[in-house]
């Protein structure tokens, strides 16, 4: 490929990263749908009503477009095992009782660590090319999530509840390398499979291994269930089909067109999202250092992914 078409590459790269943004401001929205959710299930049991709405949509995606999911073979199954433990059912238990521990802010402050563990790890295990624009736009993209969550809880750091702050703090690192786990290992799937098979198998097995936990541990209440109200049960669909189900194939379809590294930065949109939407639908303040983050993250995403302009320019 010449510099010029790299340089034309790079522009026709603006739909994948309209669709980031959007898959990460539906990830945003997820805070104010599990808000709305809290207190009328137990974690784990809401975790598994969320992705067995997701398998459901996912089914049904896939019925209507006509595309009938392919049989993996014996390593695939393996690689899609994998991945729907680590992105799925080891992710949501991480977070859910992580949260037992540590508030929302000081978790979102660990969650904001994913770009530069899923860039250090495409760079020690798949040689990804990290280059200073890249290093220097997560970690601009870090200190914007930073600022966000901490000018939206200044006590974080003193956050936790009890003297087991430490283990909730640990818990939610889980989710970080879960999540690792799900975006790096998923570029041979991608390919062989694509976005769409990839994220159903992945969500129904991930599902599988939750409803399992779920009944194992005797959370699974049918009382609790038919007692949810209609926010409520909005609240799970929004979670299960536009949450997961939607969001994540366009996660992985960002993947698979721009690499792992320059899609994991669009994660920290992900605070900046969640607040403004809490300031439109739950009368949160908005304040200054907020919109300050929020300038920072959009400079980091932009120096991870920006055109190569002085090739482009030797080029001509």
């Known amino acids: 490929m010449t510099i010029c078409e790299q340089g034309l590459s790079k522009s026709s790269d603006l739909p994948v990263y309209l669709k980031l943004a959007a898959v990460t401001m539906v990830w945003g929205g997820t805070f104010v749908a599990g808000r709305y959710l809290a207190g009328g299930l137990s974690p784990l049991l809401a975790a598994s009503l969320r992705f067995l709405l997701a398998s459901v949509a996912l089914l049904l995606f896939v019925h209507m477009a006509r595309t009938p999911l392919v049989r993996p073979s014996p390593r695939q199954w393996l690689q899609l095992s994998l991945l729907g433990f680590f992105g799925i059912f080891f992710y949501n238990l991480c977070f859910f009782y992580g949260l037992h521990y ?20 495409s760079w020690l295990l798949f040689k990804e ?10 970690a601009v993209c870090m200190a914007g999530a930073s600022m966000v969550i901490f000018s939206r809880d200044p006590q974080l750091l003193a956050g936790g509840v009890g003297a087991d702050a430490w283990l909730g703090d640990l818990l939610i690192f889980g989710c970080v390398l879960g999540w690792g786990v799900y975006s790096l290992f998923s570029k041979e799937l991608n390919h062989t499979l694509g976005p769409v098979q990839t994220v159903t198998w992945s969500i129904l097995l991930g599902t599988v291994m939750l409803w399992i936990t779920c009944i194992v541990r005797g959370e699974v209440s049918v009382a609790a269930i038919a007692q949810l109200g209609v926010q409520q049960w909005l609240s799970l669909l929004y979670l299960g089909v536009l949450g997961s189900a939607l969001a994540y194939i366009g996660y992985y379809d960002g993947i698979r067109k721009i690499g792992a590294t320059r899609s994991g930065v669009f994660i920290a949109l992900n605070p900046l999202t969640a607040v403004i939407l809490g300031a439109l639908l739950l009368d949160e303040p908005l304040t200054l250092a907020m919109c300050l983050g929020g300038g920072l993250i959009l400079a980091g995403i932009y120096l991870c992914n920006k055109p190569l302009a002085r090739a482009w320019k030797k080029g001509i």
């Open 102 to 121: 540590i508030n929302a802010s000081r978790a979102s402050l660990i969650v904001a660590l994913n770009p530069a563990v899923i860039g250090l790890a």
């Open 129 to 138: 090319r990290l280059n200073r624009a890249k290093v220097v736009g997560i």
